[in-house]
C-alpha cells in the first residue's frame, strides 16, 4: 500500500498546495465580487485554476475572453437550452462561438467575466450546469448518443448518467466530498452494442454484459491518456446491475481515488497509478469494503460485439415511424446562428431534443419520417453535411493553438482544411479515422484514430516549425486497442504527402478520377 504520510506531508505537489489553502468551489460565493472587479484583479490561482471548478476557463491566449466549459450528460440538451448557450455566445460578436467537444460536451467562447452572474441566472432557469467540469473533477460523463433512440441497444444509459451526475456534484449545486480528487477523472456508461463512447479510456467504464441471463454491466477502471502515459482500462472483475448500484459503485470507487490517490507527482495522479501500485486484488477488496456490500464477479463477456458507428446520416429509431438524423459538424465549431438553428431545426421537424457526439457531432432525433424530406432540404445541411466525404466526416480535432496555451500547432483550421484537400485528391473505399490533437495531452484522442497526429515542435531547413507525431493501429467498437506512434517529427506541410502514402498503403486510396461521384 502507498505511504499515508507520504500524501500529507510537506512534499505535495502546487496543486494540491492551493487546494489545501481553498477549495476550489469556494470561487463560487465570490463570482459577484469577481464580476465587478474584473479578472485582472482577481487573484492569479482564484483566476487560472480554482474557476475551472465552476466550468470558467482563463485563456492565456485570449486574456479576459474566457471558455466555459458546460455539463451535458450523456450528451443530451434541449433545443431551449441550445437558443440560450446561442445568445450567450451571439452577444460577442466575432469572439463568441461554441465547440463541441470529445466528451460529448460544449465549451462557450468568448466569454467576459463580468457577465458570468448573468450567464449562470440562464443556467439555472434552463437546468444548464458548468459546476466541476475543469481540473481535479470529474468530467463529463458519456453515455451512447443515442440510448433511447437506438433500435438494437441493450440499456438505456440517460436515467443512470443523470443519477450520477446529481451525486457528484449534488444536483448541480457542487459537491465538496469530489472536487479535491487527485487528478481529472472520466467516466463513461456505455449501453449500445458498439461501444460509442470509447470505453476504454476512461477512468472508469460501465459496458453491457449479461450475467446468469441478466443484463447489467461489467466494470472497466484505470483507463487515461497523458503526456506521460497512456493506458486502457482493465477490467475490475465486477458486475453491476443497472440501477442505482452504478452510482453506488462510481461512489466507491471515487471515493477510494480520493482518499489513497497519489498526491505528491501530478504526472502520475490518475487512478491507474494508484492501481499499479496496490495491484487490481487490493484495489478491488478496498472499492469493496466503500460499497460497503459483496462486488459480483464480471460476467464472463461483455456485448460489445459492433463496429462503432458515427451515427452521421439518418438512421430508423426504435419507435416505429421515427428517424434520426446525424449532421457533420467540421471539427466541432460552432457560431451562435448554427446554434440557433440547430435548436429551431429540433424545434420544428423533432421533439425539441438535440444529442451530442464524441466525435464532435450533432444529432437531431425523433423526426417523423413523413418530414424527413423537408428536412433534408433545409439550408442548414450545406453546412453541416448529412453524408460528407470520406476524411472530412472521421475528422476529430482538439482546440489546438487558436485557444489552447498548451498547444504546440495550430489544429482545427489545418486539420479541416488538409482532409478536404486529401478528400478532393484521393479516392477511399471507407471513410478513415484522423484524429488531430495539439500536444501530449490527447484531447483529440490520436490513440483511439485510425491516423492519430499529435502536435509537436520539428526544425524545417534549419528553423523551428510546425509538425506532428503519426499514431496509428487505433481500434475502436469490439477488441478496442490503442494506437502507437510509428513516425515521429513530420513538418505540418509535408502531411498532405506524408498522408497520401499512409491513406495508399494501409486503407486502399486511389487517386481520384474526374468521373468519381465523389468530386
Ligand atoms: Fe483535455 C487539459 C481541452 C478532452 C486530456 N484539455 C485540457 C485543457 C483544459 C488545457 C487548458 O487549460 O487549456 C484544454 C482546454 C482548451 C480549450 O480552450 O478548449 C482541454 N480536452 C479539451 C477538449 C475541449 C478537446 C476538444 O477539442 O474536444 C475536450 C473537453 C472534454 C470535456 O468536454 O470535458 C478534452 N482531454 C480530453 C480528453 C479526451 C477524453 O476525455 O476522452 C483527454 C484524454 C483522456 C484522459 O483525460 O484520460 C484529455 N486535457 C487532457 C489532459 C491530460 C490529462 C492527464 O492526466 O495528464 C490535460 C492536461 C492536464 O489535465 O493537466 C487536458
Ligand atoms: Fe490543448 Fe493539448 Fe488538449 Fe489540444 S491536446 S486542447 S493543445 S491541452
Avoid at 145 to 168: C, F, H, Y
Avoid at 315 to 344: E, I, K, N, W
Avoid at 401 to 408: I, K, P, R, S, V
Avoid at 422 to 446: E, F, K, M
Wanted: hydrophobic share 40%; net charge negative.
Amino acid at each position: 500500500m502507498v505511504d499515508a504520510a507520504q500524501r500529507t506531508t510537506g512534499k505535495l505537489n502546487k496543486f494540491e498546495k492551493f487546494k489545501a489553502e481553498k477549495d476550489g468551489l469556494a470561487v463560487k460565493s465570490e463570482l459577484a465580487e469577481f464580476a465587478q472587479l474584473g479578472w485582472e484583479s482577481v487573484d492569479e490561482t482564484d483566476l487560472t485554476h480554482r474557476l475551472k471548478w465552476l466550468g470558467i476557463f482563463f485563456r492565456p491566449v485570449t486574456p479576459g475572453k474566457f471558455m466555459l466549459r458546460l455539463r451535458m450528460p450523456n450528451g443530451i440538451l434541449s433545443g431551449q437550452k441550445m437558443k440560450v448557450l446561442a445568445e450567450i455566445v451571439q452577444r460577442y460578436g466575432e469572439d463568441g462561438s461554441a465547440d463541441v467537444t470529445t466528451r460529448q460536451n460544449l465549451q462557450l467562447r468568448g466569454i467576459r467575466l463580468e457577465d458570468i452572474p448573468d450567464i449562470f441566472e440562464r443556467f439555472e432557469a434552463v437546468g444548464l450546469s458548468s459546476i466541476q467540469s475543469g481540473m481535479d473533477n470529474v468530467r463529463n460523463i458519456t453515455g451512447s448518443p443515442v440510448a433511447g433512440i437506438d433500435a438494437d441497444e441493450l440499456i438505456d444509459t440517460r436515467g443512470l448518467v443523470k443519477k450520477l451526475q446529481d451525486m457528484i456534484t449534488d444536483r448541480g449545486e457542487g459537491n465538496p466530498e469530489f472536487t479535491n480528487l487527485p487528478r481529472k477523472f472520466n467516466i463513461a456508461v456505455e449501453g449500445g452494442r458498439d461501444n460509442a463512447v470509447h470505453a476504454e479510456i476512461n477512468d472508469i467504464a460501465f459496458v453491457p454484459a449479461y450475467r446468469e441471463g441478466k443484463l447489467g454491466f461489467n466494470v472497466l477502471v484505470g483507463g487515461f491518456f497523458s503526456a506521460r502515459r497512456c493506458e486502457a482500462a482493465v477490467p475490475l472483475n465486477a458486475w453491476v446491475e443497472p440501477n442505482d448500484d452504478v452510482v453506488a459503485l462510481s461512489r466507491a470507487i471515487l471515493e477510494v481515488y480520493r482518499d489513497n490517490g497519489l498526491r505528491v507527482n501530478r504526472q502520475k495522479a490518475r487512478l491507474m497509478w494508484l492501481i499499479d501500485e496496490w495491484g487490481m486484488d487490493t484495489f478491488r477488496a478496498e472499492v469493496e469494503k466503500a460499497y460497503g456490500k459483496p462486488l459480483l464477479s464480471a460476467a464472463a463477456e461483455d456485448e460489445i460485439d459492433w463496429d462503432k458507428r458515427d451515427h452521421v446520416g439518418v438512421y430508423p429509431q426504435q419507435q416505429p415511424g421515427l428517424s434520426y438524423v446525424g449532421f457533420h459538424v467540421p471539427v466541432g465549431r460552432l457560431t451562435a446562428q448554427d446554434m440557433f438553428d440547430f435548436a429551431r431545426i429540433a424545434d420544428v421537424y423533432g421533439d425539441g431534443e438535440i444529442r451530442l457526439t464524441v466525435e464532435q457531432n450533432i444529432i437531431i432525433p425523433y423526426i417523423p419520417d413523413t418530414r424527413l424530406d423537408l428536412l433534408m432540404a433545409e439550408p442548414l445541411l450545406q453546412k453541416f453535411s448529412t453524408s460528407p466525404t470520406p476524411l472530412v466526416r472521421s475528422l476529430v480535432s482538439c482546440t489546438g493553438a487558436q485557444f489552447c496555451n498548451f498547444a504546440l500547432v495550430e489544429t482545427k483550421q489545418r486539420a479541416l482544411a488538409i482532409a478536404r484537400q486529401l478528400d478532393a485528391t484521393l479516392h477511399l473505399p471507407q471513410p478513415v479515422r484522423i484524429h488531430w490533437t495539439g500536444c501530449p495531452n490527447s484531447c483529440g484522442q490520436p490513440q483511439v484514430a485510425d491516423i492519430g497526429l499529435m502536435g509537436t515542435k520539428v526544425r524545417k531547413d534549419g528553423k523551428p516549425a510546425e509538425g506532428v507525431d503519426i499514431y496509428m493501429g487505433g481500434k475502436v467498437g469490439k477488441d478496442a486497442q490503442l494506437g502507437t506512434c510509428v513516425q515521429k517529427g513530420v513538418p505540418c506541410d509535408e502531411l498532405p504527402a506524408v498522408l497520401t502514402g499512409l491513406l495508399t498503403e494501409h486503407f486502399g486510396a486511389q487517386p481520384a478520377s474526374q468521373g468519381d461521384p465523389e468530386h
